[in-house]
Structures are given as structure tokens and as C-alpha cells.
């Protein structure tokens, strides 16, 4: 059973954690616990595991934290709907911190959060965190170690993020449609910018410690293509500048796609010539591919080999995502801004920059 939600102060918290119940999940609740500054007023954990098995996540939630935890069910819809979950059943609380389930607060968390919350003006509807990703220190890091370092400077990630709860609630929360956890978080900050609030960076400090990841991960990943596709009917063609995003090398993939398939047709219709310089296109461009992946890495047999086979099915992965998401979004509309929130506070015309300590 929880404490009931007594929140008072406007800085007064509460804090989301959407998990699968990896292992993380006990390190990330236990450095919460033991960091130091005011504790949430109640921690909510969406158990989003389609159908929930072994040990309760009470479990793995500290004896300290266990009268203020609530576990709700989140029928493995993903990460977007088991946020809208957790910060509706947060309870009435000025602000909702949303945490993935396997970072790691640095240890004066709590009261850099509090600073950064009280530091926070009338129209500030969220604020980030400082994501630390950890590198080899004995090696060159590898592909997949260089793509998780890139969450450090990813703008408005959700693996630490605070959101103001009226902030929330004028634009109803996380787009469900994103299945995954890819770009709800771009998706969300850009509508909180069109509806009239702002954004800022904080103070606090998380550490986002690498997955551990098979080999063909960057295959797997290529389905955020899809979510790509969702973005540009709501948000536009220019939303990965608005939302700082890393573009990607779509165009790329499906040039090099295309000339794999045409240089196959080709060959089918006996027109070897066409087929022989369409083979040499998607020759070049997936050996210039591969290159860009191997040479900043640790050069290793498996990273090597890894590397080489992934380059060649990355392509052809991304173009069929793509083609799934124009699919799947087709009716997809345009994201229409709403008026600014009339019961929020009257906004500061001055918008402020990124805290630093």
C-alpha cells in the first residue's frame, strides 16, 4: 500500500519509471533511494511486460521507498502509454519526472532536481537532465557503444526528464502511437513548444550505462524508421531540426536499396550491362557504409565481421520500415498547435537557458 499523495510545494515530485523488469531496474530504484535532497512523493512503476511473470517488482524497489511505490499494470503497450499511465496515477503533484528503468542517479540527484524545479519559470514545462553515457577506456568503443553515447546529446530524452503535471495534461500527454521508445520524446517536446511552453536543461546528473546488445541490434533498430514517418505527417518535413534529431542516413539506404533491386531485375531481363553498373552503385555504397563503422571501432574479428554483414541488410531493413510507416500513418494529420494553457501560469517573456552548475 502507498502513502497518500500529500504534495504541497511546487517542487514536490513524483517519479515514472516505464519497465520490462530488466535487471537495471533494482540499481536505478536503489541509487534513487540513496541519493541525497527530498524524496518523490510517490514512485510509480508500469509493469509493462505483456503478460507480467516471476517475482513482483516490489521486489526489486528499496525498503525506503517501498510505502510511496505503486505498481500498475501497462498490458505491454509500450513506453508511451505506460508514461500516461504513471503520471496519471502519480497523483496530484506539481511535477512528474520520468525515468527509464536502467539509469542510474548520480548521487546528489535529489537535490539537483530540487534546484532545478525551483529554479523553474511560469511557462517551463520540462526540464532535462544531463545524461552520462560511460566509454571503454581501454578500447576504441563499438558501433553499438558509439550509438547509445549519442543519448548524451540527445535533446529532450525521456531516460531523465521532468515534466510539469498542468504541462502534461494541456496536451494530453505522450502520443500513443509511438510503440517503441523512439522519438515520443522529440514528439512530445515539440508540442509542448507549439502549445506556448518552454524547455530547459538541468543540472542533475544521470548515467545511462550501456545495454548489453546481440549482434544484429543496428538491424533491429532500423524500425524507428517508422516512427520517422509519423513525425513528418505530424510535425512536418523540418521536425528533426526543430527537435535538434539526428537525421539518419534514410536517403542513403533507399538509393542503395534501389540499386540492389534494380540491378537483380535487370539481371532477371538479360540486360546485364544496367545490372552490372547498378551492382557496382550498391557495391560502393555499401562498402563506404561499412567503412564509416569499422574505422572508428576497436577493430576486433567479431566487430569487424559484425560490421561487414549488418551494412549489407541495415538497407534494406530501413527501406521496408519506411515503407511500412507510410503504410501504417497514411491517414496520419498534421499536429494542429493548441492555444497556450489558460489555467497555467502567465508565461515569462524571456526564455531561459540551460542551467549550469
Known amino acids: 500500500m502507498t502513502e497518500p499523495c500529500t504534495a504541497t510545494r511546487d517542487t ?32 510509480v512503476l508500469v509493469d509493462d511486460r505483456p503478460e507480467p511473470a516471476g517475482p513482483s517488482l516490489t521486489a526489486d524497489v528499496p525498503l525506503s521507498l517501498r510505502p510511496r511505490t505503486l505498481v500498475v499494470p501497462g498490458g505491454g503497450r509500450g513506453p508511451a502509454a505506460a508514461r500516461n499511465l504513471g503520471w496519471r496515477a502519480a497523483g496530484d503533484v506539481p511535477w512528474v519526472v520520468f525515468l527509464d528503468d536502467d539509469v542510474v542517479p548520480g548521487a546528489t540527484w535529489g537535490d539537483d532536481l530540487t534546484l532545478d524545479l525551483a529554479a523553474a519559470t511560469g511557462r517551463t514545462a520540462g526540464i532535462t537532465a544531463r545524461i552520462e553515457v560511460p566509454r571503454p577506456t581501454d578500447r576504441r568503443p563499438t558501433d553499438w557503444e558509439r550509438s547509445t553515447a549519442g543519448l548524451a546529446t540527445t535533446r529532450w530524452i525521456t531516460a531523465d526528464m521532468a515534466y510539469r503535471r498542468v504541462a502534461l495534461a494541456a496536451v494530453g500527454g505522450f502520443d500513443e502511437r509511438f510503440r517503441r521508445g523512439f522519438r515520443e520524446d522529440a514528439d512530445l517536446a515539440l508540442r509542448m513548444v507549439d ?81 552490372g553498373a547498378c551492382a557496382a552503385a550498391w557495391l560502393a555504397g555499401t562498402t563506404e557504409f561499412a567503412l564509416a563503422r569499422i574505422l572508428p571501432g ?25 515503407l511500412r510507416g507510410r503504410l501504417a500513418h497514411r491517414r496520419a494529420r498534421a499536429y494542429t498547435p493548441l492555444e497556450p494553457f489558460e489555467s497555467a501560469p502567465r508565461p515569462s517573456p524571456v526564455v531561459r537557458e540551460p542551467l549550469r552548475s
Open 298 to 322: 576497436p577493430h576486433t574479428r567479431d566487430e569487424v565481421l559484425t560490421m561487414a554483414v549488418t551494412s549489407v541488410l541495415v538497407p534494406p531493413a530501413a527501406t521496408w520500415h519506411w
Open 195 to 275: 502549445a506556448g511552453w518552454t524547455l530547459t536543461g538541468g543540472r542533475r546528473t544521470t548515467t545511462r550505462p550501456v545495454r548489453p546488445a546481440g549482434r544484429w541490434i543496428s538491424v533491429r533498430l532500423q524500425a524507428g524508421n517508422a516512427d520517422d514517418v509519423l513525425m513528418t505527417r505530424l510535425h512536418g518535413r523540418r521536425w528533426w531540426r526543430r527537435a535538434e534529431a539526428h537525421r539518419g542516413r534514410l536517403p542513403a539506404h533507399l538509393a542503395m536499396t534501389a540499386a540492389a533491386v534494380t540491378a537483380l531485375g535487370c539481371v532477371l531481363l538479360g540486360r546485364h550491362r544496367p545490372a
Open 12 to 43: 514536490d515530485y513524483a517519479v515514472v519509471v516505464p519497465t520490462l523488469g530488466r535487471p537495471g531496474l533494482r540499481v536505478c530504484l536503489h541509487a534513487l533511494a540513496e541519493t541525497t535532497g527530498p524524496r518523490p512523493v510517490r514512485v
